[in-house]
T-cell receptor, first 115, second 115 residues
């Protein structure tokens, strides 16, 4: 139980294009999902908290117009990196909060490379 | 404020020997603590969690952790290391102060297992 998937697992795109990453909770409903970014050999950095049916809450320093988050259903949240640039290249990981409202279950991550 | 400190950035053990990954926490109330493991280029997998029930928590893959309030510690242990245990380990606490229950990550401990 408590499986979270992400798609795609890896994406390469040209500078200036937009990239959408999907995060799905496969066997449970998640009213709250989280988006993280991880730089090489570093811990995870929380980007935003995504609540189903409402606007996402962004952490300080994260551009909401750059990283668009949509949590349209209880099992799906999407992160769109708009007008991607090479500095946006990173490992993006989502998580979904479980039924205990505490434990977060993580997706396998999406490796984004912007050329 | 909530925080966790992982005392070692890198731990190296021989296969078959015990593993000890240290974590100290700071919390103004009874914390909810987690250990996650991340293999290279993968998402995070939950090893175990402490939520004020038994102080000795057993997790997956033979790992366990003991919550010691007097020492503000939540060290992760395993009696006998396997090669497959080589990974990055994160000690995590939930932050309920002015947030939606976000996770606060330690900086991680890289575990190397020598044959």
């Amino acid at each position: 139980g408590a499986v979270v998937s992400q798609h795609p697992s890896r994406v390469i795109c040209k500078s200036g294009t937009s990239v959408k990453i999907e995060c799905r909770s496969l066997d449970f409903q998640a009213t709250t999902m989280f988006w993280y970014r991880q730089f090489p050999k570093q811990s995870l950095m929380l980007m935003a908290t995504s609540n189903e049916g409402s606007k996402a809450t962004y952490e300080q320093g994260v551009e909401k117009d750059k990283f668009l988050i949509n949590h349209a259903s209880l099992t799906l949240s999407t992160l769109t990196v708009t007008s991607a640039h090479p500095e946006d290249s990173s490992f993006y990981i989502c998580s979904a909060r479980g039924l205990d409202q505490e434990t977060q279950y993580f997706g396998p991550g999406t490796r984004l490379l912007v050329l | 404020a909530q925080s966790v400190t992982q005392l070692d950035s890198h731990v190296s053990v021989s296969e078959g020997t015990p593993v000890l990954l240290r974590c100290n926490y700071s919390s103004s109330y009874s914390p909810s603590l987690f250990w996650y493991v991340q293999h290279p280029n993968k998402g995070l997998q939950l090893l175990l969690k402490y939520t004020s029930a038994a102080t000795l928590v057993k997790g997956i893959n033979g790992f366990e952790a003991e919550f010691k309030k007097s020492e503000t510690s939540f060290h992760l242990t395993k009696p006998s290391a396997h090669m497959s245990d080589a990974a990055e380990y994160f000690c995590v606490v939930i932050n309920y102060e002015g947030s939606q229950g976000n996770l606060i990550f330690g900086k991680g401990t890289k575990l190397s297992v020598k044959p």
